[in-house]
């Protein structure tokens, strides 16, 4: 059953540094950490979903339960509004805790 998250958090700097300055880092602890890859990549958010792997029924699986990541970055005063919200299941329901967030936003 997958699990359900939205975390609201923040880090300086504009919504389109911020973004420059995450994605690498988003793209791959999702990759590590859950398996997902990004599906696509907006001005103002990224999106991700499950990787095709091996055995493939498991992966067709993620999808169609929904399994999914999206990250917005939004202008708040003096900094960026970074929403994160999603599906998850399995190993990667790690990723649903705000401690992993903060911890991502932290290193980057």
Known sequence: ?????????????SPTDAQARLRGVLIERLRR??????ASEQPNALAFRPRWSWPLAFALYRMISGEA???????TDGGTRVAVS???????????????????LAAA
């Open 33 to 38: 950490s859950a398996k997902m890859r990004l």
């Open 69 to 75: 990541v999206n990250v917005r970055f939004s202008a």
């Open 86 to 104: 999603g599906r998850v299941a399995g190993n990667a329901e790690a990723i649903a805790d705000q401690e992993f967030w903060a911890e991502l």
């Open 1 to 13: 059953m997958a699990r359900s998250f939205s975390h609201d958090l923040s880090v300086s700097g």
